[in-house]
C-alpha cells in the first residue's frame, strides 16, 4: 500500500525541503491544523505527520491529543518541527509522546534518514497486524530491511530478568556488533553508553507505564571491542506480537558519521561563534524585503544599534529598515535589487540611528542567499561602524577645501567650483593682494601678522553674501568669486566697500593692498588656471600703481592679458633652466670694478641675463621679480653662484687670484635655510679664498627684518666674504643704525653720480656720501660711472672703487678676460696727462 506523509506547516522552503528528501512518498501540506485533523480522519493513508511547533504555539498539545485521539491515531508516527535554539519546543514534544523531533535548519539527509525510519516501522506495523497472511513477508523483510531492527521489551527490567530482547535482524547485529545471542544474554542497558543511560531509562520507564506509545532519540552503544556507534533510535509498541511484555520494535540506524560531521560543524560554530562575539560589528541573515526581517544577527548588535538582538529579530521591537535614515532607504533597496539582478555582492555606506538617537556611518557588504532553483531566500552579510573613519575622511575633506590659518575655502576649492560652473551665467573674481603685509611679519614676528590676517578676514566675511563667497588662496592672497553682480558699475562699488574695510584696518600698520576684478563670461576659453592668473595679475599691478589711484583696483584687459602672458612665457623659459633641460639660457656677464687710488682691476660684478625662446632677451629688471615671486631664484641662484666662482676659478688660473667677484643676491636666498651651508661647501670645493667672494644684497632688504639679516650677514662675514650694499641711498634710510650694518662696502647708486653731470660740486651730496661712509668704516663704491668728469669727482671726494661704462660694459667671460690682460692700470692718467 503506498503511504502518504501530511506537513501541518506555513514554512514553504520546509515543505520543499521535506519533499525533495522523501520524492517517492506523496507528500500533502496543510497550513491549517483543523484542516489537518481533519485530512487524517479521512485519508486512511497519512501514516506520518509532521506538525510545525511553531505554527501551532499555545494550542501543540490540544492539536496533538487530537490527533492521537482520532480513528487513526494510534497508528500514526507523528513528529515535531522545532527549532534549533527552541529547546524548550523540543522538550515539550517530547513530553507529549511525540514520535519523532525535526529540527530547523533542515538537512535534506536528515530528514531523509529519519523519515524512512518512520516509514519502515509503518510497513512493520502493517506486516505484523497481519502476519498470518505476512509471515514469509515479514520474515523477508526482518532479514533484509536496511535499518536494525530488534524486537523485545523496551522497558526497564527487573532485577530478576536476565534479557529483554527477543529478536535482532542482521542490520542491528552490524551495527552494535553484537550478536543475537549476546543481546538477548545482555539486555539493551547493558550495551547502552554509560552517559545515555538516564535519558534513556527515564523514556523507557515512561513507554512501560503506558505515557506514551513511543520515544526516539540519539544515543551511543558500546561495541564489544570498545568503541562507541551512534545510532538514531525509534522505540513503539506494536500491537499483534505474541508477548504482551514484549511487544516493542526498537528500530536503529548508524549515525555515527553524521554526529562526527555535527560535532566538526559545531566546533566551526563555537570558533565562529567567538569571532562573532569580539567581531566589530553586525554579521546577520535576514529576508528578502523591505524590512530586511533579521532571522540572525550577532551579538555585537547592542553596541552597534543599541538594540539587542531579540529586538530586532522577526521586527520583535524595530525593524532593521527603522535603523536607517529615510534618505537612504530607497537607494539602499534598489541597491539590492541590482545586484541581485546582477548577481554581484552588495556594498554600500549609509547612515543609522541608534536607540540612543546617535547617528552613526555603516559600511555594509553582503550577498543574496538562493535555493536550488535560483531563487533569493535570504540575504547575509555584515554591518562595520565607520563612524570613526568618516569622521577622519570628513577632517581630511574639510583640511583639503579649507584654510588652516583662517578656516576660509581654499583655492583648491575656489577650482572645483571654477570647473563645474556654467560658462554662460555671470560671474566675476576679485583678488585681493596684501603681500606688503609680509614685512610686518618680518619685523615684529609671524604672530603678529597672523592675528591682523584673522582680523582681516573676519571684517571680510562680513561683506559675503549668498552670491558672493571669500577664499584664502595663498598667504597673504585671498580671491572673492562673485555671482549674478549684474553691471560692471557694481563690481566697482564692491572694490570700494573692500578699500573702505581694509582702510579702517590697515591704515594703521601703512599696509597697501591691491584689488584685481577679471568678469568670467569675458574670458570663456580660458581655463580655471588662467582665470585665476588673471585676477591674481591684477591685483598685483594694482598694488604696483595704486598711488595712482583713490581705489586700488583694476579690471583685467587685454594689455593685461599680454602681460600674464608674458610673464608665463618667462617663468615656463626660466623653469627649464632651473631643471637642467635649457642650461643655456641663463647666462652671466662680468663687469669690471677698478680701484681709483691704484688703477687697478680689483674685482668684477657678476650680472645675469636671460634670454627666453618666445620673447627674446629679458631684462634682469623684469626677471628676477619673476623668479623671486615664483620662487625660481632658489635653483637659479644657486646656478648663477657656481658660474661665478667659475669665472673666479678661470681668473686665479690666469695668476689673476687677487681679483675678487661679486654675487648679487636675493633676500629670498639669503633668507632660505640652506644658503649658508651651499655657499661655502661650494666656496671650499672650488678650493677659492673666502675674501675673493662679495655678496650684493640691495638696500631695501633691511627693511624686512634688520635683525635677522644683518645676523646672516655677520655670519658671513665671520667666514671671511665681504658683503656690499648695493643701491646705496635710494632705500633703508635708517641712518641711526647705518653703523650696525654688517657691511665691507657701500655702492653709491647711479641716481647720484647722474646728478654730478647736472649740477654744480658744491649742490650735491655725493661727497657727504661718501664721507658719511668712511666714517662709519666702509669702503665706497660709485655704480654707473660713465664720463671723465664724473671720475674726476669721484677721485677728489676719495671714492675708493668705480664701475661703470667709462671703464668697460659687462662682458662676457672671454672678453672679460681678454680685457683684464689688456688693462694697464695708469693708462688712464697717462693718457688724460697727455692731453
Known amino acids: ?105 533542515l538537512s535534506k539527509e536528515i530528514v531523509k534518514a529519519r523519515l524512512d525510519m518512520h516509514l519502515e516501522l509503518v510497513n512493520i506495523r502493517a506486516l505484523v497486524k497481519n502476519k498470518k497472511e505476512n509471515q514469509q513477508l515479514i520474515e523477508i523483510f526482518f532479514l533484509q530491511a536496511p535499518v536494525g531492527i530488534a524486537i523485545g521489551s523496551w522497558k526497564e527490567p527487573a532485577e530478576d530478568e536476565d534479557s529483554n530482547i527477543l529478536n535482532v535482524n542482521p542490520m542491528y547485529e552490524k551495527i552494535t556488533g553484537w550478536s543475537e545471542n549476546e543481546l538477548r544474554r545482555m539486555g539493551w542497558m547493558k550495551i547502552t553508553y554509560p552517559e545515555d543511560m538516564l535519558r534513556e531509562t527515564e523514556k523507557s520507564r515512561r513507554l512501560g507505564a503506558g505515557d506514551i506509545s513511543s520515544y526516539s532519540m540519539d544515543k551511543r552503544y558500546v561495541r564489544p571491542d570498545g568503541s562507541l556507534v551512534w545510532v538514531h533510535m525509534i522505540v513503539t509498541k506494536v500491537e499483534g506480537i505474541e508477548s504482551s511484555s514484549q511487544n516493542h520494535v526498537c528500530i536503529i540506524q548508524d549515525i555515527t558519521q553524521r554526529k562526527e560531521i555535527e560535532h566538526a560543524l559545531k566546533e566551526s560554530e563555537r570558533s565562529k561563534a567567538m569571532l562573532l562575539s569580539n567581531f566589530p560589528g553586525v554579521a546577520y541573515r535576514c529576508d528578502y524585503d523591505q524590512y530586511w526581517t533579521m532571522k540572525f544577527i550577532s551579538e555585537g548588535c547592542y553596541e552597534l544599534t543599541g538594540y539587542k538582538p531579540s529586538d530586532l529579530l522577526n521586527n520583535h521591537t524595530v525593524a532593521f529598515s527603522e535603523l536607517i535614515l529615510p534618505r537612504y532607504r530607497k537607494g539602499i533597496w534598489d541597491r539590492w535589487e541590482e545586484v541581485i539582478a ?45 563612524s570613526d573613519r568618516k569622521k577622519f575622511e570628513q577632517e581630511l575633506l574639510y583640511r583639503n577645501n579649507h584654510d588652516a590659518w583662517t578656516g576660509l575655502y581654499n583655492l583648491n576649492y575656489l577650482k572645483k567650483l571654477l570647473e563645474v560652473r556654467q560658462k554662460e551665467n555671470q560671474a566675476a573674481l576679485i583678488s585681493l593682494d596684501l603681500s606688503p603685509m609680509h614685512s610686518l611679519s618680518m619685523i ?23 552670491d558672493c563667497q571669500i577664499f584664502h588662496a595663498y598667504e597673504y592672497r585671498f580671491i572673492f568669486y562673485i555671482r549674478n553682480y549684474g553691471t560692471q558699475n ?7 566697500r573692500l578699500s573702505d574695510t581694509l582702510e579702517s584696518l590697515l591704515a594703521k600698520e601703512r599696509v597697501n593692498w591691491g584689488l584685481g576684478v577679471v568678469e568670467l563670461q569675458s574670458y570663456t576659453n580660458s581655463d580655471v588656471e588662467h582665470l585665476l592668473r588673471y585676477s591674481m595679475g591684477a591685483s598685483e599691478r594694482a598694488l604696483k600703481d595704486g598711488h595712482k589711484a ?15 602672458d608674458r610673464e608665463e612665457k618667462i617663468t615656463e623659459g626660466m623653469m627649464e633652466v632651473a631643471s637642467g ?3 643655456e639660457r641663463l647666462y652671466l656677464l662680468f663687469q ?133 650694499l648695493d643701491d646705496f641711498g635710494t632705500g633703508y634710510s635708517s641712518l641711526a643704525r647705518e653703523r650696525e650694518l654688517n657691511v665691507n662696502f657701500l655702492k653709491i647708486d647711479k641716481l647720484f653720480i647722474d646728478k654730478l653731470l647736472l649740477l654744480e660740486d658744491e649742490q650735491t651730496i655725493t661727497s657727504d656720501i661718501i664721507s658719511m661712509g668712511h666714517k662709519l668704516g666702509h669702503s665706497i663704491v660709485a655704480e654707473g660711472v660713465e664720463h671723465d668728469r664724473q671720475r674726476a669727482y669721484l677721485e677728489r671726494h676719495g671714492c675708493d672703487c668705480i664701475q661703470g661704462y667709462l671703464i668697460s660694459r659687462p662682458l662676457g667671460e672671454t672678453e672679460a678676460l681678454q680685457f683684464v690682460r689688456e688693462y694697464a692700470p695708469g693708462a688712464y692718467h697717462e693718457k688724460k696727462g697727455g692731453k
Open 581 to 583: 633641460s635649457r642650461p
Open 342 to 386: 546582477e548577481n554581484k555582492p552588495f556594498r554600500a555606506e549609509y547612515q543609522i540611528r541608534t536607540a540612543d538617537g546617535i547617528v552613526k556611518w555603516v559600511w555594509e557588504m553582503g550577498q543574496a542567499i538562493r535555493d536550488r532553483d535560483g531563487r533569493v531566500i535570504a540575504l547575509e552579510g555584515i554591518v562595520l561602524d565607520i
Open 444 to 466: 615684529f614676528g609671524f604672530q603678529y601678522s597672523h592675528n591682523l590676517i584673522k582680523s582681516t578676514t573676519s571684517e571680510l566675511k562680513k561683506i559675503c553674501h549668498e
Open 1 to 105: 500500500m503506498a503511504y502518504s506523509i501530511l506537513t501541518v506547516s506555513s514554512s514553504q522552503p520546509d515543505i520543499e525541503m521535506i519533499r525533495e528528501a522523501c520524492d517517492s512518498v506523496f507528500i500533502q501540506s496543510v497550513s491549517d491544523p483543523d484542516r489537518a485533523i481533519e485530512l487524517i480522519g479521512t485519508d486512511k493513508n497519512i501514516k506520518v505527520v509532521i506538525v510545525d511547533f511553531e505554527l501551532c504555539g499555545p494550542n501543540a498539545p490540544s492539536i496533538f491529543e487530537k490527533i492521537k485521539s482520532g480513528p487513526s491515531g494510534k497508528d500514526l508516527q507523528i513528529l515535531f518541527l522545532t527549532r534549533k535554539d527552541h529547546d524548550e519546543d523540543e522538550t515539550e514534544a517530547v513530553r507529549l509522546g511525540s514520535a519523532d523531533c525535526l529540527v530547523r535548519p
Open 592 to 724: 669690471p670694478i677698478v680701484e681709483l687710488s691704484s688703477d687697478r682691476i680689483v674685482s668684477f660684478e657678476a650680472l645675469a641675463r636671460f634670454e627666453s625662446e618666445h620673447v627674446g632677451l629679458v631684462s634682469p629688471v623684469e626677471f628676477i621679480p619673476i623668479a623671486e615671486k615664483t620662487k625660481l631664484i632658489i635653483p637659479l641662484g644657486k646656478k648663477i653662484i657656481k658660474k661665478s666662482l667659475e669665472f673666479l676659478s678661470s681668473l686665479k688660473e690666469e695668476g689673476l687670484g687677487s681679483i675678487s667677484i661679486s654675487i648679487n643676491i636675493s633676500v629670498i636666498q639669503l633668507l632660505h635655510k640652506d644658503f649658508i651651508d651651499y655657499l661655502l661647501s661650494l666656496i671650499d670645493s672650488m678650493k677659492i679664498d673666502h675674501e675673493a667672494v662679495i655678496i650684493e644684497i640691495t638696500e631695501s632688504v633691511f627693511a624686512l627684518d634688520f635683525e635677522r639679516i644683518n645676523s646672516i650677514l655677520n655670519r658671513l662675514r665671520e667666514t671671511g666674504i665681504r658683503i656690499a
Open 490 to 496: 557694481s563690481l566697482r562699488q564692491m572694490c570700494i
Open 550 to 564: 583713490h581705489v586700488p583696483y583694476l579690471f583685467f584687459d587685454e594689455r593685461m592679458e599680454a602681460v600674464i
